[in-house]
């Protein structure tokens, strides 16, 4: 996908343009913002446009280059992606000894890491060396949330594009090309990835739906039974294949977040869970949990439900782990 295919991240885009004009490539760049707005795709592209058989200022996306680049098959070209929750360390020095070696046939061989805040301590220092004694030719490119989570070590010897957030008018362009979902449910999706196109939560719309009718029930009516089908279906969620838990933690996170803005008094057309089809006002029920909770309370959910998801990382029992949390929920329900 050649630069002019991506939408939303013009600013990153001309500053890569601009290395590439005046023939100030660094080593290694550093591309930084949230999920799913477009980083693995500009790196891709920027590999195109580095490798591309007609030269221009972008690449042309059809070449036998652009192809094979596009499909992660090209001599030069490496994607590398964490297996799991780190990335291996063989896996690494095996792709680093890669990049050293002069091009095949590109002019510049490039490698992806995309998920680079998962590299273990062993590995960052395997990177280090190789951006410390980078080989001629060579482009590597770091794709982070943020570079918080990296070595500033790594970080300082990167250059650094923080890419932008999407506007929902760009979002919502980019459902409509791919996806056939109704505008309706594009509003919804939109409300609830916040800046990102999430192709992933485009597929299982659905069942987020479900996961959240569900979790309103249970923050708007604190019963004893309530309670107990909570418990039960937290059991059946965090043993799921379709990793319901998941959507439930992100769910509680825009929950909490608008109790904070209804404590606030902050507008109600700004409420994430405002934005819900037609049929399907929430404003109500986040009234009546915003009774439940305050401000303090409120903050130490938020808390509860990173931990959640920090020890489901760590491969903590997701049952478990999503039962502690709800019922400290309901506990802190006055
Ligand atoms: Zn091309």
Redesign the pocket.
């Known amino acids: 996908m050649?630069f002019r295919d991506i939408f939303g991240q013009e600013h990153a885009i001309d500053l890569l343009k601009q290395a590439v004009r005046r023939d100030r490539m660094p080593h290694a760049w550093l591309f930084t913002g949230k999920a799913n707005i477009g980083k693995f795709k500009t790196a891709v592209a920027l590999a195109?446009q580095l490798?591309?058989?007609?030269c221009?200022e972008d690449?042309?996306?059809?070449?036998?280059?652009?192809?094979q680049i596009a499909e992660q098959n090209f001599l030069d070209f490496q994607v590398l992606i964490p297996d799991g929750k780190f990335i291996k360390i063989d896996q690494i020095r095996k792709s680093l000894n890669w990049l050293q070696l002069h091009p095949d046939q590109a002019k510049k061989r490039v490698m992806i890491l995309d998920g680079a805040e998962h590299l273990g301590r062993e590995a960052a220092n395997a990177f280090l060396k190789t951006l410390e004694e980078p080989a001629p030719d060579t482009l590597l490119i770091l794709i982070a949330e943020s570079a918080q989570q990296l070595p500033e070590t790594i970080v300082s010897r990167c250059q650094q594009i923080r890419f932008r957030p999407l506007s929902d008018k760009i979002s919502e362009r980019i459902l409509r090309q791919t996806t056939e979902l109704t505008s309706e449910r594009i509003q919804l999706l939109n409300a609830f990835s916040m800046g990102s196109v999430n192709g992933k939560l485009a597929a299982r719309l659905e069942l987020m739906e479900t996961v959240q009718q569900t979790a309103i029930g249970w923050l708007s009516t604190f019963s004893a039974a309530t309670l107990e089908e909570m418990l039960r279906t937290c059991e059946t969620w965090g043993k799921s294949k379709n990793e319901e838990w998941s959507l439930l933690l992100d769910f509680l996170e825009t929950w909490f977040r608008d109790l904070t803005w209804l404590h606030h008094g902050l507008p109600e057309e700004k409420l994430i869970n405002r934005t819900v089809n037609s049929g399907d006002s929430r404003i109500s029920a986040l009234k009546i949990s915003a009774e439940h909770f305050n401000l303090q309370q409120i903050h130490e959910i938020f808390s509860r439900i990173a931990e959640s998801r920090r020890a489901i990382e760590l491969n903590a029992n997701k049952s478990l782990a999503i039962e502690s949390l709800c019922l400290h929920m309901y506990r802190k329900a006055a």
Not at 51 to 54: D, T
Not at 59 to 67: N, Q
């Open positions: 050649p195109q490798n591309c058989r007609e221009g690449a042309c996306g059809e070449c036998d280059f652009c192809l």
